[in-house]
């Protein structure tokens, strides 16, 4: 059965602090991972990773793939209020009628104090 | 674009009663999928379409119905809700094996 894994579950910050996310995953036929920013509302995407060792930025936002060890980061640097939300992880895989099966993790709750 | 509609945004069931989940995108995504997202529980799959005529169960199918008439829409339905099915309901498409776009999403509570 697919697994995966976010921590911290929960997280309380000051704005200026940096954060660092973890996604740790089991999943058969990997394909690549994606992390997502939800607030109170639609997840919106973030960022698809698909080989390791390469690190793809967004302004403060950065995150890196690590396939031999099966996890991700998700770096945010000098966190704002408005960077408050839910981070879910997400690998895909090749499933076996070849549709983008996500497998979602129970996502990291970010709360960013002024 | 409107991307990916959902309706209704809220609505409240009694136990046995029945609807239908609309869901609509107008990206020409082949790929749709139903989630659902219990309170502080990431997004479970209920059901999916790889095409027009094509569906097939995710993790927690039971309860749900689905048809894909069209590649535009994939309506969800509940036959004989049960308070279990309390939950906040996703609708999300994609071209491909990675990016999913998701809807707004609608609230159900059933009593």
């Known amino acids: 059965e697919d697994k995966v894994v976010q921590s911290p579950l929960s997280l309380v910050v000051h704005e200026g602090d940096t954060v660092t996310l973890n996604c740790s995953y089991e999943v058969t036929n990997f394909r690549s991972l994606l992390w997502y920013k939800q607030e109170k509302k639609a997840p919106t995407f973030l960022f698809m990773l698909?080989?390791?060792?390469i690190e793809k930025k967004s302004g403060r936002l950065s995150s890196i793939l690590d396939k031999k060890e099966l996890f991700s980061i998700l770096n945010i640097t000098a966190t704002q209020t408005g960077d408050s939300a839910v981070y879910l992880c997400a690998p895909t895989t090749r499933g076996g009628t070849s549709y983008g099966k996500l497998t979602f993790g129970q996502g990291t709750i970010l709360t960013v104090h002024p | 674009n409107a991307g990916v509609t959902q309706t209704p945004k809220f609505r409240i069931l009694k136990i046995g009663q029945s609807m239908t989940l609309q869901c609509t995108q107008d990206m020409n995504h082949n790929y749709m999928y139903w989630y659902r997202q219990d309170p502080g529980m990431g997004l479970k799959l209920i059901y999916y379409?790889?095409?027009?005529?094509?569906?097939d169960k995710g993790e927690v199918p039971n309860g749900y119905n689905v048809s894909r008439s069209t590649t535009e829409d994939f309506p969800l339905r509940l036959e004989l809700a049960a308070p279990s099915q309390t939950s906040v309901y996703f609708c999300?498409?994609?071209?491909?094996?990675?990016?999913?776009?998701f809807g707004p999403g609608t609230r159900l509570t059933v009593l």
């Open positions: 698909t080989s390791s060792g």
């Open positions: 379409s790889v095409g027009a005529g094509i569906t």
């Open positions: 999300a498409s994609s071209y491909g094996y990675d990016e999913q776009f």
